[in-house]
Nanobody, 121 residues
Framework: QVQLVESGGGLVQAGGSLRLSCAAS????????MGWYRQAPGKQRELVTT???????NYADSVKGRFTISRDNAKNAVYLQMNSLKPEDTAVYYC???????????????WGQGTQVTVSS
């Protein structure tokens, strides 16, 4: 089995910063990419940012210039530094890993349990 464990959410005032962390563990064979998605109340889950093993990143337009994703391949970990937070960033943030496990050679998406980020105005 593969597990993703997130940490670092919380309550912050607008303009503040938070850092999210996520570590993948278990029967991992190889990781293609890791990233973060978010879901606000009443809305669909949306992409925030992803990073591949070779460091290629992709950001949603709404977070470009404010959020930075980084990755530690040796630890199967991904981080999200969020600066200049806005109330509209309020959501549950989910860690994602697209990987092959020892039990399944196909690429599959795995998800963390989610961590709440609340930005007050």
């Amino acid at each position: 089995q593969v597990q993703l464990v997130e940490s670092g959410g919380g309550l912050v005032q607008a303009g503040g910063s938070l850092r999210l962390s996520c570590a993948a563990s278990g029967t991992i064979f190889s990781i293609r990419s890791m990233g973060w998605y978010r879901q606000a109340p009443g809305k669909q889950r949306e992409l925030v940012t992803t990073i591949t093993t070779d460091g290629t990143t992709n950001y949603a337009d709404s977070v470009k210039g404010r959020f930075t994703i980084s990755r530690d391949n040796a630890k199967n970990a991904v981080y999200l530094q969020m600066n200049s937070l806005k109330p509209e960033d309020t959501a549950v943030y989910y860690c994602n890993a697209r990987l092959r496990s020892l039990d399944n050679p196909n690429l599959n998406d795995y998800w963390g349990q989610g961590t709440q980020v609340t930005v007050s105005s």
